[in-house]
């Protein structure tokens, strides 16, 4: 019996260890970011969503859509990111320290609504490691992921946020109420 014992005792001893292997330091090739934000439920004039890609390698986009996204929109604009390896290096160093790649989110009863929502896709050793939306977080979690997509919005230059912004009050102007 005390054998039996022993033995379930060192499988499950190994899958822990297994199961809490460290993310490796250096950056897989596959490495990507994918973040999307939209403003959450309001009128179509006021509603937009955009979304950040960056990686896998040196290449990033970003995706703006107005209103609610209508398919073939033609006030969709999309635009490339200018992406350095040093770049990649710096996200994938954040996210590895941060705890990304091995969360285990908490997530609450009730998710929050009207409000906007995000997600955040990781990929790295071919894994997607997908990060809850901030309607979906409480607390130091939400902190967390918060700061994680300001982070990932600051590898978009301010030409681009301002084009945005331009581009949303032009569709605004447009749309009868």
């Known amino acids: 019996m005390r054998l039996l014992t022993f033995f379930y005792a060192s499988i499950v001893l190994i899958l822990l260890i297994i199961g809490c292997a460290p993310v490796p330091a250096e950056m897989p090739d596959d490495f990507a970011i994918t973040f999307s934000w939209n403003t959450g439920s309001l009128p179509p004039r006021y509603r937009y969503d955009y979304v950040i890609t960056i990686g ?17 929109d033609p006030n969709r604009w999309v635009t490339a990111i200018a992406v350095t390896q040093d770049d990649l290096e ?4 954040y996210f590895r320290e941060k705890g990304f790649f091995d969360a285990k989110w908490v997530k609450p009863e009730a998710e929050r609504v009207g409000g906007s929502t ?10 997607d490691h997908l990060v ?12 967390k992921v918060e700061a994680a997509q300001d982070f990932v919005r600051l590898f978009v230059p301010d030409a681009i946020w301002e084009e945005m912004e331009a581009r949303q009050a032009a569709y605004e102007a447009s749309q009868s109420d």
């Open 56 to 72: 896998p390698g040196a290449q990033g986009e970003f995706d703006y859509v107005p209103g609610y996204g209508e398919e073939n």
């Open 90 to 93: 710096t996200l994938y160093v």
């Open 118 to 127: 995000t997600s955040l896709i990781l990929t790295a050793f071919g894994k």
């Open 132 to 143: 809850p939306s901030i309607s979906a977080l409480e607390g130091t979690e939400l902190n």
